[in-house]
């Protein structure tokens, strides 16, 4: 079982991660309520890669990412999505709502900001995919180019990201509606899906009022 303690420094779960074929790399971190990168324009601060392909550099193999580790020995540590899709609930609500709407199952990991990330064993969409609806905001992480912190990283809040529930090898298919939600955005861009009713009423999106924008 790839499952984290809340004790867990991020490289331990990197390497477990690793160890099922997800590919893993380091990533700033946060220092003092902000980014260790220091420069004043971070957008991103402890989120964005250390390493100059960022998440392309990503790989499971061990004696690199050791050499990462000399490195960089704080540093946080991300998965590249791959061919995994991973729904990113952003706030305590979406992830709330998610809970709600959904059956819990698979790989579940509690964001440091007190979203969640929700694990799935396929690629749906494109990685900008974001999804807007009744207090709820959820971004699609999957394919090449996405990723997600893991387990043992920290938020600039102080917060840790720890896994609520399952495992790598617990991932199944995504619901039908985050499928749904990645299929209507394959033509590139952003979408943005505002429900007129909310998910938790819905599960399937065909039940609700749907405005898709792609820009």
């Given at each position: 079982?790839?499952?984290?303690?809340?004790?867990d420094?991020?490289?331990?779960?990197?390497?477990?991660?690793?160890?099922?074929?997800?590919?893993?790399?380091?990533?700033?971190?946060p220092?003092?309520?902000?980014?260790?990168?220091?420069?004043?324009?971070?957008?991103?601060?402890?989120?964005?890669?250390?390493?100059?392909?960022?998440?392309?550099?990503?790989?499971?193999?061990?004696?690199?990412?050791?050499?990462?580790?000399?490195?960089?020995p704080?540093?946080?540590?991300?998965?590249?999505?791959?061919?995994?899709?991973?729904?990113?609930?952003?706030?305590?609500?979406?992830?709330?709502?998610?809970?709600?709407?959904?059956?819990?199952?698979?790989?579940?990991?509690t964001?440091?900001?007190?979203?969640?990330?929700?694990?799935?064993?396929?690629?749906?969409?494109?990685?900008?995919?974001?999804?807007?609806?009744?207090?709820?905001?959820?971004?699609v992480?999957?394919?090449?180019?996405?990723?997600?912190?893991l387990?043992?990283?920290?938020?600039?809040?102080?917060?840790?990201?720890?896994v609520?529930?399952?495992?790598?090898?617990?991932?199944?298919?995504?619901?039908?509606?985050?499928?749904?939600?990645?299929?209507?955005?394959?033509?590139?861009?952003?979408a943005?899906?505002?429900?007129?009713?909310?998910l938790?009423?819905?599960?399937?999106?065909?039940?609700?009022?749907?405005?898709?924008?792609?820009?």
């Amino acid at each position: 079982m790839v499952a984290a303690q809340a004790s867990d420094e991020p490289y331990v779960v990197a390497l477990r991660f690793a160890a099922a074929d997800i590919p893993v790399f380091p990533v700033w971190w946060p220092d003092n309520g902000a980014c260790a990168c220091a420069s004043p324009q971070c957008g991103s601060p402890g989120k964005h890669p250390l390493t100059d392909r960022g998440c392309r550099d990503a790989t499971t193999d061990a004696a690199q990412m050791e050499r990462w580790k000399r490195l960089w020995p704080e540093a946080n540590w991300g998965a590249a999505t791959g061919g995994y899709t991973v729904l990113d609930a952003d706030s305590p609500g979406a992830h709330a709502a998610f809970a709600e709407a959904e059956e819990p199952a698979g790989l579940i990991v509690t964001s440091g900001g007190g979203g969640g990330h929700h694990w799935f064993s396929q690629e749906c969409g494109r990685p900008s995919a974001k999804m807007l609806g009744a207090a709820l905001d959820y971004d699609v992480r999957t394919g090449s180019g996405a990723y997600v912190l893991l387990p043992g990283s920290r938020h600039v809040t102080g917060n840790l990201y720890e896994v609520e529930a399952g495992s790598v090898e617990d991932i199944g298919p995504a619901p039908d509606w985050v499928r749904w939600l990645g299929e209507g955005i394959k033509s590139g861009g952003h979408a943005f899906i505002k429900l007129a009713a909310p998910l938790v009423a819905s599960r399937w999106p065909s039940q609700a009022v749907i405005v898709v924008e792609i820009v």
